[in-house]
């Protein structure tokens, strides 16, 4: 059965370039990004490992942490870190699971057999301290994902999990954001009495962020 969002991310033990990985004690009170690779020594995800090791000081000011995975086992994985580092200028710094039993892969629906009957298609899943899956994203093999992407849409989950906001198109860290229409108005002139908000149509009233 597919995972929801709001369903609990299950939870596995699983081995890793970083040793053994129990996937719910790993997270602990932090967020996490668990993404799948199709295959080791892939073009597409060789760049993909490299952005997210670049990036890592971005998740880590998020409280968040990453881990990939691939289908391959780990002495496939411990050959294609030292081509990430070669030819992305970036050396892995995070985990990446070995999945060569497809446990995982499995677990999260990873494989999509139309698509290709062994290899996971690149799945994105962002999970909360929780344990609850928040967002899941999936791309075909044949495109790299946008992690710049990924990371917005994290700052807006951190963000509404802890303010009775909600986030606009296009919207970025900074920018203004929308009171949720479930929040009447007596209610929002006390929540957003510090720094105000507009009212553009009943339905739609803007605040600048709250915790800016």
């Known amino acids: 059965m597919s ?28 967020w996490a990004i668990l993404f799948s690779h199709p295959k080791d020594f892939t073009p597409v995800c060789t ?3 490299g952005e997210v090791a670049r990036l890592k000081p971005e998740f880590d000011k998020r409280n968040t942490k990453v881990i990939g995975l691939s289908v391959d086992g780990l002495k496939e994985h411990q050959g294609w870190i030292g081509d990430i580092k070669e030819t992305q200028g970036h050396a892995l710094n995070f985990p990446l699971l070995a999945d060569a039993d497809r446990k995982v892969s499995e677990l999260y629906d990873m494989i999509h057999p139309n698509t290709d009957a062994t ?15 928040k967002l899941q994203i999936t791309y075909p093999m044949s495109t790299g994902r946008n992690f710049d992407e990924i990371i917005r849409v994290l700052d807006s989950l951190q963000l509404t999990a802890n303010f009775k906001v909600a986030t606009p198109v296009n919207w970025r860290d900074g920018d203004d954001c929308i009171i949720p229409p479930s929040i009447p108005d007596a209610e929002a002139d006390k929540l957003f009495a510090a720094k105000g908000y507009k009212k553009i149509k009943p339905y739609l009233r803007i605040t600048p962020q709250p915790n800016k």
């Open 47 to 49: 760049t993909e490992l």
């Open 3 to 30: 995972l929801r969002l709001g369903d609990t991310a299950p939870d596995f033990e699983q081995d890793s370039t970083d040793g053994k990985i129990k996937f719910h004690d790993w997270i602990g009170n932090s």
């Open 119 to 133: 290899a996971t298609v690149r799945s994105v899943f962002i999970i909360g301290p929780d344990k609850k899956v």
